[in-house]
């Protein structure tokens, strides 16, 4: 039994938010500095992230690297999976994120608009 639960786990565990993270920007062919200062996220932050294989940014910090990537849907939602989180129906910001991902709205300043003027808060 105890085989069986190991084999389990080891086929069906995904990678890790830093793991996933960066691999998604390597297949960006972006450079750190790029993703971090197009959504004005601290280097020092950045450099956590990637130093920490334990750490889990805020919801909002993974939003904007997911925004920055410019990821599709599925793999934005993999992102936020991989740290425990994820974007909810009946959440009025949730769902503007998903508007702007599904209509490829990537750019943090017309995001932060649609969020300011439904929800008075911005990323």
Do not use: W
């Amino acid at each position: 039994m105890k085989q069986s639960i190991i084999s389990y786990l080891n086929h069906h565990k995904s990678k890790n938010f830093r793991d996933l993270l960066f691999s998604y920007i390597d297949k960006s062919n972006l450079k750190d500095s790029d993703v971090y200062k197009s959504v004005d996220i601290d280097r020092r932050l950045f450099s956590k992230i990637r130093c920490n294989e334990n750490y889990i940014p805020s919801k909002n910090t993974i939003i904007k690297l997911g925004l920055a990537l410019k990821l599709d849907r599925h793999r934005f939602d993999k992102l936020l999976n991989s740290a425990g989180y994820c974007l909810g129906e009946n959440n009025i910001f949730d769902l503007i994120v998903v508007y702007c991902l599904e209509n490829s709205i990537y750019d943090l300043n017309v995001v932060n608009d649609y969020l300011f003027k439904f929800c008075g808060t911005v990323l």
